[in-house]
């Protein structure tokens, strides 16, 4: 079983619209939770940070399910710009080491 | 955030040369990150450059085949020795800089180098 897993899609949206991602993580050490975006050919870049009571950025809402082990992103009102691939990232307790899922690809169409 | 420079962006090679990447850092930090991403995979850390000591490199992975340099705090090197078609991937320097909850640093990344291995 992988670290940690996410569906890899591609989840094909139309802008506008209301989509989340999951991710399960193995690890139930694990103490640090983002979530990363990588477009096409660029490197990845933090979105934003998993709290353990869920936190909002804008139209992301991040949550943390630690007796499931899962994370989840939701994103509203999808832009066409939400295009990309979401990685979900987890850092054991005790650890620097990060360890990044496969992602999961999003596409929004107008 | 720290910016990085990361060359060369991407690069064609023989089988059996060796190929070294270099990243520069526009602040002193205390730990660098060398990764790697295949096609379609996601990102796998080769080894944790260090300061003034060697590096620390993850399963999988040894110095012999990814030689890494640190000499200073703003710089460091990956070499990837040997090549096989197999090593053909984008090879990422990253840092920790800035906070991202729990008091945890978050990774920033170079663009990366695309190496192909003909």
């Known amino acids: 079983r992988k670290e940690v897993e996410q569906d890899p899609g591609p989840f094909n949206v139309p802008e506008g619209a209301t989509v989340a991602f999951n991710c399960t993580y193995s690890n139930s050490a694990s103490q640090s939770f983002f979530w990363y975006r990588q477009d096409c050919r660029k490197e990845p870049k933090l979105l934003m940070s998993v709290y353990s009571s869920g936190n909002e950025d804008g139209r992301f809402t991040a949550q943390l399910n630690r007796a499931s082990q899962y994370i989840s992103l939701l994103i509203r009102d999808s832009k066409l710009s939400d295009s990309a691939t979401y990685l979900c990232?987890?850092?054991?307790?005790?650890?620097?080491?990060?360890?990044f899922g496969t992602g999961t690809r999003l596409l929004v169409s107008p | 955030s720290a910016v990085i420079s990361q060359k060369p962006s991407r690069d064609i090679c023989q089988r059996g040369t060796s190929l070294t990447i270099q990243c520069q850092v526009d602040?002193?930090?205390?730990?660098m990150f060398w990764y790697r991403q295949q096609p379609g995979q996601s990102l796998t850390l080769i080894a944790t450059?260090?300061?003034?000591?060697?590096?620390?490199?993850e399963s999988g992975f040894v110095i012999d085949k990814f030689p890494i340099s640190r000499p200073n705090l703003t710089f460091s090197t990956l070499t990837v020795s040997n090549m096989s078609p197999e090593d053909s991937s984008i090879y990422l320097c990253?840092?920790?800089?800035?906070?991202?909850?729990?008091?945890?640093?978050?990774?920033?990344f170079g663009a990366g180098s695309r190496l192909t291995v003909l």
């Open positions: 990253s840092v920790e800089a800035g906070l991202g909850g729990y008091g945890a640093n978050v990774l920033t």
């Open positions: 990232v987890v850092r054991y307790t005790g650890f620097q080491k990060l360890v």
């Open positions: 602040s002193q930090v205390t730990m």
């Open positions: 450059a260090n300061q003034g000591s060697e590096a620390t490199y």
